[in-house]
């Protein structure tokens, strides 16, 4: 009942959102013909209300609980409507904020020649008005043509000098992928293209930083061939993300009992099926040849010299991420090693964890944030919303001898798409 309630809530806040930019639309559309009006009154209606019902009826619609994809496209798409509706809806406040003025003005002073001339009060303006309707429109388009970047994969390369690095190991390079996201894949022919520009830079050592599915093991289950093509001299390793958990994911097995315990643990325990998941998703990464690094370290040795590199499990600063790593364990006789390099899912954990109980560790690799899908990155300066909640979002960072790199991400999930920020390959030379 809450949940419907709930549902009736948000449909209410957008109706009136809908009613107020159609208002203002009908009014710029006052010199076209009574027949134009009619259709566009028709058409907006007719997709609002059509919005409206899959919004409602979601929870019984068992399609979209079978077809994820389309389920993303078609709540991607309504977003999209009523993002575009919130854009436009600035504009006109502005310009009824600005018209409230005059109105003002013109009753305290009155004579100042402010126009009443539409239905006897103070004409809107035209350059805010088409302003608003285009602006939001531009952004729904961006949405549009943003599901056909997702799997745009952008090489990105870049040489890190560090001073603790073993000559022998000079020159090393390495791939980063992270948050393959493979529940929301579905052009095999795409992502094998991608691998194949993994494969094209002959890397020494591949890494992935996380994330392989969306909920569940099974998601892989078409993807295990093209991913296990990825090969290089030192080896693949992985380690895993807040997803790989299927800590968002409604298990059957999870009564009331469980969610007791929860709350009595204070956090969220893993279900029978939720465990089988993970050792599954642990023995398909075995199977295509990643070595899965939890809470642990390996050494790699090149003519006498050492590096380490750690994996540790998901560790969030930031929301409810959970904090399953335990850097304690993982970093134990990693020290001795005069250059690390630490897996670590999200970017959260260098700011809170990293730099300041472990300065040694020299390069943190993560990922999980995507760049939100969403943004622009310009010569010097990018952007995306997500910045307003993690401060390491995408790219490059330092701190003292440390740094930080946080891949945007080879999938996607929830919106099919990318605007702005694309699907990244990473390749770090270490110089």
């Known amino acids: 009942m809450r949940k419907w309630k709930g549902r009736w809530l948000i449909v209410g806040i957008l109706f009136l959102v809908d009613l107020y930019v159609f208002s203002v639309v009908y ?30 009826l979601f929870p019984v619609m068992r399609y979209f609980k079978h077809h994820v994809l389309m389920r993303n496209y078609v709540f991607a798409i309504i977003i999209g409507i009523f993002l575009a509706k919130a854009i436009a809806s600035v ?58 970047n997702k799997y745009n994969y952008q090489i990105r390369h870049i040489k890190l000098a560090f001073k603790s690095l073993p000559g022998a190991f000079k020159g090393l390079k390495i791939v980063q992928i992270s948050d393959i996201h493979s529940g929301s ?33 099974r998601e892989m289950h078409g993807f295990i061939d093209i991913f296990k093509r990825l090969e290089a001299p030192m080896g693949v390793y992985s380690v ?14 999870r009564d009331e009992k469980h969610k007791e315990m929860e ?12 465990l089988e998941s993970i050792e599954h998703l642990k023995q398909v990464q075995a199977q295509m040849g990643w070595r899965l690094l939890m809470n642990e370290h390996v050494v ?3 003519d006498q010299q050492k590096i380490a590199l750690i994996g540790i499990e998901n560790w969030g600063a930031k929301g ?11 970093y134990a006789g990693a020290e001795k090693y005069p250059f690390t390099i630490l897996m670590s899912h999200d970017p959260s954990h260098w700011e809170a964890e990293v730099k300041t109980k472990y300065p040694d560790i020299d390069l943190t690799l993560a990922g999980h944030t995507h760049g939100m899908q969403f943004g622009f990155e310009l010569p010097r300066i990018k952007w995306s919303p997500v910045k307003w909640m993690y401060k390491e979002w995408a790219g490059l960072y330092e701190s003292g001898k440390q740094k930080l790199y946080v891949n945007r991400g080879f999938g996607f999930i929830g919106y099919p798409g990318r605007v702005g920020i694309l699907p990244e390959i990473t390749v770090i030379e270490l110089v």
């Open 320 to 330: 409810h991420f959970p904090k399953y790593g335990k850097m304690d364990i993982a």
């Open 91 to 148: 504009f006109f406040l502005l310009d009824d904020l600005r018209r409230g003025l005059l109105l003002i003005i013109a009753k305290i002073f009155p004579g100042t020649g402010v126009d009443f001339t539409y239905a006897g009060s103070i004409n809107r303006s035209l350059f805010l008005g088409w302003a608003g309707i285009l602006i939001g429109a531009g952004a729904f388009a961006l949405l549009l043509l943003g599901f056909s």
């Open 240 to 253: 895993l993300g807040n997803h790989d958990y299927g800590d968002y994911y409604s298990w059957a097995d």
């Open 263 to 274: 709350i009595l643990a204070g956090r969220r325990l893993f279900t029978p099926m939720q």
């Open 27 to 56: 009014f710029m559309l006052r010199h076209n013909s009574e027949g134009i009006r009619f259709i566009i009154s028709i058409l907006y209606w007719a997709v609002s209300a059509s919005a409206f019902t899959v919004i409602l």
């Open 300 to 302: 790699f040795e090149k």
């Open 185 to 217: 894949l579905h052009d095999k022919k795409a992502v094998s293209r991608g691998v194949d520009m993994i494969l094209n830079e002959k890397p020494d050592l591949i890494l992935f930083t996380g994330d392989l599915v969306n909920d569940r093991a």
